[in-house]
C-alpha cells in the first residue's frame, strides 16, 4: 500500500484543504458536556495529523495543541494488559461489537458481568483492573503514562487532573458498571480503585500529532519502524487493529467501517486514532460530537482522506 503516497495527490496539501474545508463548517456536532470540564473546549478546533514509516509526520490545523484523548486511551491499556495476561484477559472481556452505547449496563446483566469488548466503559475498567494487580493506583496509572510517552518518544504528554477529577465527580454510571461487574466476580479490586486507573488515563492529553506518533507500531506490525524495536507481535497488532475496526466507534463502529474502511479508536474528547497497514497512524481531533459520541467532523474528515488516497484496507 506504500505506493498509494505516489498515486494520488501530495499529502500535505490533501490534509490542508481538509483542515480549511472543516474550519468552515456549521455542523460541527456537540462537545460532551456530560464530563464538565470537556464541555469548555472549543468546538471550532480541528487538528489532523498523520504519522509515516520514515518518521515524517504530517499534519494540518490544530494538530499540535493537547486535547483529552478520552477512549482512545483504551488501545493503549488494552496493549498492556494483553502483554500482562496475554489471551486469559478473553475470559474476562469480550471481542464482540456491542450495539449499544458504550456505556450501557443493559448487556451487563444479560451476560453476567462479562462486557461485549475492551473498549466500551466497561470493558475498559476490567483491563484498567488487570493493570492494577499488584500495583497502587499511581504506579498503574504510571506505567500506562510511561508506555505511551515511550511510543511517542515524547516526556511532554501528560495526564490532566482537572479533566480526571471532573470525570470522578460525574461518574455515576461508571461506577454502577464498576460495582455491577465485581458483584459477578469479574473485578479483582474495588471499584474505587479501578476507576481510580480508568478515570487517570482516559484523561491523558497529547496533541494529533504525539497521537499519530503513539499508535504508529499498530501500522507496521507490531514495530516502531523508525527505532526498529518491536512493541507486540504481528499477530497481537493485527488482532488489536481487528478490534478496532469491529468495535472502536462503539455502536457506531459499523457505520465507520463502512465509510472510512480503515481500524480506528474514537474517543469523546473529539479524537479519532486511525491506522492504515503498512502506511501509517492518523489522528484527528474535532470536539464535537455525533449521537454514537463520535467526533463528528472527524469522521468526515477520516472518510475523505481514505477516499483521496485510496486508503481503505478494503480498497484493491
Known amino acids: 500500500m506504500e505506493a498509494t ?10 490534509l490542508s484543504d481538509l483542515a480549511a474545508e472543516m474550519a468552515v463548517r456549521t455542523d460541527r456536532g456537540a462537545v460532551a458536556t456530560y464530563i464538565p470540564q470537556l464541555g469548555k473546549v472549543d468546538p471550532a478546533k480541528f487538528g489532523i495529523a498523520v504519522a509515516l514509516e520514515d518518521g ?15 477512549s482512545v486511551s483504551k488501545v493503549f491499556t488494552l496493549t498492556l494488559a494483553l502483554g ?11 471481542r464482540e461489537p456491542s450495539g449499544n452505547p458504550f456505556n450501557s449496563i443493559v448487556q451487563l446483566e444479560q451476560e453476567r458481568g462479562i462486557p461485549r469488548n475492551p473498549f466500551i466503559n466497561a470493558g475498559a ?15 498503574a496509572i504510571g506505567e500506562i503514562l510511561r508506555f505511551i510517552q515511550f511510543l511517542a518518544d515524547d516526556d511532554t504528554i501528560y495526564i490532566d487532573r482537572d479533566v480526571a477529577a471532573s470525570e470522578r465527580a460525574t461518574g455515576f454510571r461508571n461506577f454502577a458498571l464498576a ?37 504508529r507500531f499498530l501500522a507496521f ?20 487493529n481487528a478490534l478496532m475496526l469491529t468495535c472502536g466507534h462503539y455502536d457506531g463502529s459499523g457505520d465507520f467501517a463502512f465509510r472510512v474502511g480503515i481500524p480506528g479508536k474514537s474517543g469523546v474528547g473529539g479524537g479519532i486514532l ?20 463520535n467526533s463528528h467532523l472527524g469522521s468526515i474528515a477520516l472518510e475523505k482522506l481514505a477516499r483521496t488516497m485510496g486508503w481503505s484496507i478494503f480498497s484493491p
Open 56 to 70: 515524517r509526520v504530517i499534519s494540518a490545523g490544530d494538530a499540535d495543541e493537547p486535547f483529552s484523548i478520552q
Open 221 to 240: 506490525d507490531g514495530r516502531n519502524p523508525v527505532a526498529g524495536h518491536s512493541v507486540v507481535s504481528p499477530g497481537r497488532a493485527r488482532r488489536i
Open 84 to 94: 500482562k495476561v496475554g489471551d486469559a484477559l478473553w475470559k474476562r472481556v469480550g
Open 274 to 293: 486511525g491506522i492504515v497497514p503498512g502506511v501509517g497512524s492518523l489522528s484527528v481531533w474535532s470536539p464535537g460530537l455525533n449521537a454514537n459520541g
Open 5 to 14: 503516497l505516489l498515486q494520488h495527490p501530495a499529502l500535505e496539501s490533501v
Open 125 to 139: 475498567i476490567v483491563v484498567s483492573d488487570v493493570l492494577l494487580a499488584g500495583h497502587e493506583p499511581r504506579e
Open 179 to 215: 460495582n455491577y461487574m465485581r458483584s459477578f466476580g469479574n473485578l479483582d479490586h474495588a471499584a474505587e480503585l479501578a476507576l481510580g486507573v480508568y478515570f487517570h488515563h482516559c484523561a491523558i492529553a497529547m496533541s494529533c500529532r504525539q497521537l499519530a506518533l503513539v499508535g
